[in-house]
């Protein structure tokens, strides 16, 4: 088996590209839509890690949480805070259970924590 592809909820073409390329700086590997008028479904890729955005009510549920393993937690933080966002400003936080992450909620209520074990 390979990893699984989570399927997160979006309503807005132009957040969820906001927030998953301008700042979390995934790129989009393709777009689907059945015609013109239909909901967007894509997929973002930021190394290994491959998501899947849907407008497609039924596809997934807002408020969703996912754990994301990054090589080097210190790296990525400094990059999404270059990149910066209107209303995240996320530290780096040490858990109980043996990491060190970075949780942000994108507009759709979706949590992705980015973490690195110590």
Do not use: W
């Amino acid at each position: 088996m390979k990893a699984p592809i989570p399927i997160l909820r979006s309503y807005s073409e132009a957040e969820a590209k906001a927030f998953y390329v301008d700042y979390l700086g995934f790129e989009i590997t393709f777009e689907h839509r059945f015609d013109a008028a239909a909901p967007l479904y894509f997929e973002v890729r930021r190394d290994d890690c491959v998501l899947h955005i849907s407008e497609h009510h039924g596809d997934a549920a807002p408020g969703t949480a996912l754990r994301i393993e990054v090589a080097d937690i210190e790296a990525f933080h400094t990059d999404i805070t270059a990149r910066g966002h209107k209303r995240l400003r996320p530290g780096i936080n040490e858990t109980d259970i043996g990491f060190r992450e970075v949780s942000v909620v994108d507009p759709f209520y979706n949590r992705l924590i980015f973490c690195q074990r110590t």
